[in-house]
């Protein structure tokens, strides 16, 4: 038995725990730069606030019903992500974090798994304030499903069995895990409008549409198990960091900062993983939907002579490439960094005439970040990064980093 826990409106529910006023209220959080609603209250969705709505679009209908809007609050969210997964743990041998506001828990040989889904869903909501949907199914897509369904009906908890046929006929098929609208529309024309008739549809006629990974969900809707529970992330092969600008940007110096803060959060992932970078792409953009203004996109990659986490090397590396690829004249958009074929730092092996990697280098870059991570990203940096930071991120609407932050810890009385 596979159990799927899942945050309702994450980041709504995070705004919430702190400003429990908002309860009952809409509420809508805002994308990178205040641009898009990317999470929304059920009280929000009633009034008609679309998905992926630019925010300037529905601006009218949210001071019309008194919606509530936040910028994106990423160090509040994903500190809270953490508490929930950590209380999660107390119910399962083994956990699989899915994303921010997913798990998938191993609930085999559980003599109730509903009855502790529905205790494990009250804890979460006492000691973290996030409201929690479970799924249950015999296979992941099958707890993804009921999930769903949870949510839907408003249960909170739910199990399905792969041959429940009332309950996957709820399912359009477009709304099933790894199906997707391209997909359901091939799927349609053979039948499958719906969970359970996909179950009906012959497995050479999956494949054909969908190739394995479709035959794989299509096998897991029928109750054969396909998608193990990864307990350990496997470790990714490329790391990218990128940020649409608050303002547009046309100065080669102030590229060269944001790149660099880029290069930093890119190397800080990859030293967290104990990975090396292989090669390094940087690339800049202006803004495609500016029809008015002159377009330009580029990006440069070098693969690196050793494999390195050293970030002096990275953001030298990374403003060569950049002054490869600036032009003037340009309002840019977006910039970014991609870190190339990450390898194992225990597999590394150092060149006959190293130039990088001595000892006093690595001891002042582990104490560069050491300080870094004890107080704060301005308590330990690098001067490629700058200080001005104008073009950083538009979060004008952001709530106080309650949980990560000593100057905006919540005060009482």
């Not at 997964?85 to 109730?112: Q, T």
């Not at 009855?115 to 199914?137: A, C, D, F, K, N």
């Not at 099958?142 to 046929?165: E, F, P, T, W």
């Not at 054969?224 to 649409?244: G, H, I, Q």
């Amino acid at each position: 038995m596979i159990a799927l826990a899942d945050c309702n409106n994450f980041y709504v529910s995070c705004e919430r725990v702190f400003r429990p006023h908002l309860q009952n209220r809409p509420v809508i959080v805002l994308s990178n730069n205040d641009g898009c609603a990317v999470a929304r209250s059920n009280e929000a969705k009633e009034i008609g606030v679309p998905m992926g709505a630019p925010f300037h679009q529905i601006k009218s209908l949210c001071q019309q019903n008194g919606v509530q809007v936040f910028s994106s609050n990423y160090e509040l969210y994903g500190d809270m992500s953490g508490r929930v997964v950590s209380v999660l743990r107390r119910f399962a041998p083994e956990l699989e974090v899915y994303s921010i506001d997913e798990s998938f828990l191993d609930f085999s040989g559980i003599s109730d798994p509903l009855g502790l889904s529905v205790r494990m869903r009250r804890t979460v909501g006492q000691w973290t304030g996030i409201p929690i949907s479970v799924g249950l199914g015999s296979t992941k897509t099958l707890a993804k499903l009921a999930n769903r369904l949870a949510k839907k009906m408003g249960s909170g908890c739910m199990q399905v069995d792969h041959g429940d046929l009332e309950a996957l006929g709820r399912v359009a098929i477009e709304d099933v895990w790894g199906v997707g609208k391209r997909l359901a529309v091939r799927l349609r024309r053979v039948g499958a409008h719906d969970a359970w008739s996909l179950t009906q549809v012959p497995a050479s006629v999956v494949r054909s549409i969908g190739g394995v990974t479709l035959e794989r969900t299509w096998q897991e809707l029928r109750g054969t198990p396909c998608l193990d529970l990864e307990e350990v992330p496997s470790a990714r092969k490329n790391t990218c960091c990128s940020r649409s600008f608050g303002k547009p940007v046309t100065g080669l110096v102030e590229l060269e900062e944001a790149v660099a803060n880029y290069a930093v959060r890119a190397i800080r992932k990859v030293r967290a993983e104990g990975s090396l970078a292989c090669g390094i792409q940087v690339f800049v953009m202006t803004n495609r939907f500016r029809e008015d203004q002159a377009q330009y996109s580029n990006a440069r990659a070098l693969s690196l002579d050793e494999p390195t986490d050293d970030p002096i090397r990275v953001i030298r590396r990374a403003k060569e490439l950049l002054r490869a690829i600036y032009r003037p004249g340009y309002s840019y958009k977006k910039a970014g960094i991609i870190l190339l074929d990450l390898v194992s730092s225990n597999s590394q092996q150092g060149l006959l005439f190293e130039e990088f990697g001595d000892d006093r280098t690595r001891g002042f870059v582990d104490a560069v970040e050491e300080v870094a991570a004890r107080y704060g990203t301005m308590g330990g940096f690098w001067g490629a990064q700058g200080m001005d930071h104008s073009w950083r991120m538009r979060r004008e609407m952001r709530t106080p980093r309650y949980t990560t932050n000593w100057s905006e810890i919540p005060e009482f009385g």
